[in-house]
């Protein structure tokens, strides 16, 4: 069975660009610590296996396609998307398409560059990926954010420098590879000066301060993130409804209700409540009663969930 998967990318917290490498790393890493190695015992971790396993069974292969480029016209502005595309062929097919489809997704939070320096810090003994390995190696369970021993050796700290011994290493290997390890390692080592940690990722927020009970993430504006303007809208102002109105008809128990609606003016906004009736609210989303049926005794008699459309097939 083959599944075609269309990534929405975008920039990496370090600057830089998600790219095939970054997308399909995850599946390396899947089969390179999940899978026992008589010649590298060092090389494997317990979790990883659990994790990985069903996906590793099913997966047959994988494709990298084309890079597709999506355009969101907003009218005074314009924005262009690089959507890399990638098929992924599996061994057999399930009954629910959906699981197969979640399976081994090619995604990943985490630049490339940032897991190999992961796993040379885990190879070289310094800590684990999961806390069950870290207990029976005795060593750290590896954190990038916290832990600042852990951070001082990946970032080089003495005469441990991980990332000119990975690029040395790579550039043996393909001399091509000069200038993008290059980048890839500068702007990891630029983002550690800037923000104390290695916890590269990607998305509209930024990890800035921590602290024992306390995590600080900044907000901010990225072009490259594909999920864009007015995506989020109906989470900034969460609408509510109220109880208007309870009669009691015979063996009947009636409730009306009112909800919120928002009318907006460019940047401002307006909320109003209008009568559950008809379509006059207008509601894009479907307007759901959830109760509970409680006894004299107190105990739960009846739970159910209501609709408009629901309401009206039952009658």
Sequence with gaps: MKIIYRVLSSAF??????TFAD??????????????NPRNRGQYDPLVDASTA??????????????????KDFGDMKFTFKVPVVELFVKRRLADRQHVASVAPPWSSLPWHLIVLMEETVKRGW???????????????????????????????????LAAEICSRGVERDSSLRPKLKS?????????KRRGHFLVTNGPYELVRWSG??????????????????SFEQYTLPLRAYISKIEIRGD?????????????????????????????????????????????????????TRSKEKQANSR
């Design 23 to 36: 997308v399909l790393y995850p599946f390396l890493f899947a089969y390179r610590w999940g899978a026992r």
């Design 54 to 71: 069903f996906g590793r069974e099913l997966l047959a292969g994988f494709r990298t396609v084309r890079v597709d480029t999506d355009i």
């Design 252 to 304: 009947r128990l009636e409730i009306l209700g009112e909800a919120e609606k928002v009318f907006r003016f460019q940047r401002s906004y307006r909320v109003v409540r209008e009568p559950l009736t008809g379509d006059a609210t207008g509601q894009t989303r479907p307007v759901l009663c959830r109760y509970v049926v409680v006894g004299p005794e107190g105990d739960i008699l009846n739970v159910d």
């Design 184 to 192: 890839r390692w500068s702007a990891l080592k630029q983002f550690y």
């Design 13 to 18: 917290h370090d600057k830089t660009p998600m």
């Design 213 to 230: 009970d306390t995590t600080v993430f900044q907000a901010f504006r990225d072009p490259t993130y594909p999920v864009g303007m007015g």
């Design 127 to 161: 800590a684990a990926f999961s806390a069950e390995e870290a207990k029976r190696r005795g060593v750290s369970w590896l954190d990038v954010v916290r832990d600042q021993k852990i951070k001082d050796r990946m970032a080089g700290a003495g005469r441990h420098v």
